[in-house]
């Protein structure tokens, strides 16, 4: 029974983290040889995973993998903490970039708006799934928060959801609702984001068509994106023509909570 508890904790630790199966192995083999209580041992848990992901595992990264942490800034930041302690905000060089200069144009052209990030992708290896998305394993992907307004109108930096996924902008009944057609089409996790929420807030807050459309322009004006994903109702709404927006298909989940963006 013990050992399936530690195995279990092992494939959830490194399912979300990517390292902390590891580090969770590790802290299990100290805490014996100290013969620690259970808080002792979850202390010395969240101690050497601290350290490791702050120290080692940006490191090893960069010199190994060629992948570095999203710089935080004034142009680009993270919606939640939980994509940094999970070490789910990495990217080559190149995206980091991208997105510094998304973050400059965005903000020039709508002052103190950033870009918010979500997941992008685990520190090591190519190929490495970042669940539950089914690309994000070669540091060339990241998800971006869409841009809502307050009531009063005015375009806010504020997400809808804690986790920055779950809140949708459901198309209108003259819209193609692409939820529907693909759920009839037996895939039942199209929406399934709806319960990644992790809890709803500024619940104000309401799409801009506006800012999303210079938003997305601005992204796919870039000549490094090659790929964005979101529902074809926006794309349609906010007439954007650039072939560079496409559909995920069905296998994937809906995209009007965020936006996928993929370089070359």
């Known amino acids: 029974m013990k050992f399936l508890l530690h195995l279990t904790l092992f494939i959830v630790l490194t399912t979300l983290t990517q390292i902390g199966g590891l580090v969770y192995l590790l802290a299990i083999i100290i805490a014996k040889l100290k013969r620690l209580p259970i808080l002792g041992s979850f202390l010395l848990f969240c101690s050497i995973y601290l350290v490791t992901i702050l120290t080692i595992v940006p490191w090893v990264s960069s010199k190994a993998f060629g992948r570095v942490k999203i710089e935080n800034n004034q142009l680009v930041n993270y919606h939640n903490i939980l994509t940094v302690l999970c070490n789910r905000n990495y990217v080559k060089p190149e995206l980091n970039n991208v997105l510094k200069e998304i973050g400059y144009q965005l903000n020039k052209k709508h002052p103190n708006l950033k870009v918010i990030y979500l997941d992008a992708n685990f520190p090591f290896f190519d190929g490495f799934p970042l669940f539950p998305h089914l690309s994000h394993n070669d540091g060339k992907k990241v998800d971006i928060s869409f841009i809502y307004k307050d009531s009063s109108g005015k375009a806010t930096n504020s997400k809808p959801s804690n986790s920055g996924y779950g809140i949708f902008e459901t198309p209108s009944q003259k819209e193609t609702n692409t939820t529907a057609i693909c759920k009839e089409k037996g895939y039942w996790q199209y929406d399934y984001p709806k319960y990644l929420t992790l809890g709803t807030n500024n619940k104000n807050l309401t799409f801009s068509n ?36 496409r559909f995920q298909g069905c296998k994937a989940v809906r995209h009007d909570d965020h936006i996928h963006l993929q370089i070359n």
């Open 210 to 245: 506006k800012v999303n459309k210079d938003f997305l322009e601005i992204i796919t004006n870039l000549q490094q994106t090659q790929k964005v994903f979101i529902e074809p109702h926006l794309k349609t709404r906010l007439h954007l023509k650039s072939s560079k927006i």
